[in-house]
Nanobody, 117 residues
Framework: VQLVESGGGLVLPGGSLRLSCATS????????MRWYRQAPGKERELVAV????????DYQDSVKGRFTISRDNAKNTVYLQMNSLKPEDTAVYYC???????????WGQGTQVTVSS
């Protein structure tokens, strides 16, 4: 099983980034996919989720209207479009695949997002 995030970097406040999480080794289309983030000195928090198979989405209140999660089952990839970025969005962003039990719970290595002027 592999989950590989990409697309992080340094961006100015108000800017945009698109994170990608390319996966392999499991039945991607059957998994709920999530993006988490962890800022320095803080606990990891759930940012966005997209379910399977109906692609229902939900977001942390602080990112609603700015972030959009999406998935491409043909490419086994989940995305997080982040607009109007704020310094408080600075964190390591992690991709997670949740198959319903702890035995089917997979994580990527994370990608750093830094919002700063």
């Amino acid at each position: 099983v592999q989950l590989v995030e990409s697309g992080g970097g340094l961006v100015l406040p108000g800017g945009s980034l698109r994170l990608s999480c390319a996966t392999s080794g499991f039945a991607f289309s059957r998994y709920n996919m999530r993006w988490y983030r962890q800022a320095p000195g803080k606990e990891r928090e759930l940012v966005a989720v997209i379910s399977s198979p109906n692609e229902y989405t939900d977001y942390q209140d602080s990112v609603k209207g700015r972030f959009t999660i999406s998935r491409d089952n043909a490419k086994n990839t989940v995305y997080l479009q982040m607009n109007s970025l704020k310094p408080e969005d600075t964190a390591v962003y992690y991709c997670n695949a949740w198959g319903g039990t702890a035995s089917y719970n997979y994580w990527g290595q994370g990608t750093q997002v830094t919002v700063s002027s």
